[in-house]
């Protein structure tokens, strides 16, 4: 069976395909261009028989995937933003809701064949500001942040903008569900991911073509650079949680597989919390040592502040994946990065 992939070009995206396609499915992967799937042609042209691209150059457009979802058994929604605005937020909840939207008014009209949307929604869609220690559970939004965005518009934190995009789109999935529940033929699996990290396979040449999340990581944990989007204390940011890519993408294909993802919001993270100074004790304790000890110590004896955690039970009995640990994430990681030459 065929399942539409969007954002599959991506960090995430490009792992969540290469999954289906070990799995047997068929993938009708898309992307913006030609020019932005040659890589995954590439990368996978021993499956070029259960392979194709589909083009949709603007995601947000309505009736944009109408002729994309025709015929599939599933459909993967990943694509979004994930970029610093310094504008007006609309420039990224605009793209983001709009991509939601579309896809799911397409699968309404022209997708009766499918039988699940996942839709890769954020942990930034559900963490909000708290003075007193939080466990966050599946009923939780980001209702802070987004206030942040909303009424501080261009002066909004990069990172507030963001959430509000992933805050809003996913609300923009669940009232559509419910709207049209007796007309749709698909039910709806939300992913809701922490911060992701680990080897990555999409089209990345050099170390500033990587995504953000695996910027930060290879910023923070290679060259002792950490992200200027939050506090630059390695004992308390970035304080969520963080999965391993191939994880989160094993996440998107049970949530597809598995009947008791349907109508779920579930949390995926196989940590948390953590801050930067786990993966730098991680990275320093491996043996043999990989960049020769060259690699960020931060504060090693320092006392790590996070208050919050995750209830996150329903992973668990829905998707039922045991997680990589941060050693494995680390030591692959860091692996891949030194193959890749002296940029890295
Ligand atoms: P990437 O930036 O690698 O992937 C983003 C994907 O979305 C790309 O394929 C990109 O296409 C596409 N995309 C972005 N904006 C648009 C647009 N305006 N129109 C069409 N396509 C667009 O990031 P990730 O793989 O990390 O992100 C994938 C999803 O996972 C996103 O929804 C993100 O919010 C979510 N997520 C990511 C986390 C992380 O830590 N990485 C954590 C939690 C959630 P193109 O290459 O053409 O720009």
């Known amino acids: 069976s065929t399942i539409l992939v969007t954002g599959s070009n991506g960090y995430i995206g490009t792992w969540i395909v290469r999954k289906l396609l070990e799995r047997g ?8 261009s030609e020019q932005r799937g040659k890589h995954l042609l590439g990368s996978f042209s021993t499956y070029d028989d259960r392979l194709e691209l589909a083009i949709v150059p603007d995601l947000a457009k309505e009736g944009a995937f109408d002729e994309v979802v025709k015929g599939v058994e599933g ?9 610093a605005i310094s504008g007006h937020p609309d420039e990224i909840v605009k793209p983001a809701v709009g991509g939601v939207t579309a896809i799911l008014h397409s699968a309404l009209k022209h ?5 699940r949307v996942v839709i890769t ?3 930034a869609a559900v963490e909000y500001q708290s003075d007193h220690p939080v466990t966050y559970t599946e009923k939780d939004w980001n209702v802070t942040t987004m206030a942040e965005s909303d009424e501080k518009a261009e002066n909004a934190s990069s990172y507030a903008k963001y959430c509000a995009s992933k805050v809003k ?3 923009a999935v669940w009232e559509f569900v419910e709207k049209h529940k007796s007309e749709i033929s698909w039910d709806v699996s939300v992913l809701n991911p922490p911060w992701v990290y ?3 396979i999409h089209d990345v040449n050099k170390p500033s073509a990587l995504n953000s999340s695996a910027k930060y990581w290879f910023d923070a944990v290679v060259k002792g650079e950490l992200p200027a989007t939050g506090s630059t204390d390695p004992l308390t940011s970035p304080g969520g949680g963080w999965i391993d890519v191939r994880d989160c993408a094993e996440a998107h294909v049970r949530a597809l597989e598995r009947v008791a993802a349907g109508g779920k919001r579930i949390f995926c993270a196989a940590g948390y919390p953590h801050v930067w100074q786990d993966f730098f004790d991680t990275a320093n304790g491996l043996k043999p040592q990989p960049y020769e000890g060259s690699l960020a110590k931060g504060l090693p004896d320092g006392i790590k502040r996070v ?4 209830d996150s039970r329903l992973s668990k009995e829905v998707l039922g994946i045991e997680w990589c640990s941060m050693e494995e994430l680390t030591r692959d990681t860091l692996e891949d990065f030194q193959r890749r030459g002296s940029e890295w």
């Not at 459909?75 to 970029?83: F, L, R």
């Not at 997708?111 to 039988?115: A, D, E, I, L, Y």
């Not at 208050?307 to 995750?310: A, D, F, G, Q």
Request: aromatic share 2%; charged share 15%.
């Open 198 to 200: 680990g080897p990555p």
């Open 169 to 171: 789109s996913e609300q």
């Open 111 to 115: 997708g009766t064949s499918s039988k």
């Open 121 to 123: 929604s954020s942990m």
């Open 25 to 32: 499915f068929s993938v009708r992967a898309v992307v913006r």
């Open 307 to 310: 208050k919050n955690t995750l």
């Open 75 to 83: 459909i993967v929604h990943t694509a979004s933003p994930v970029v």
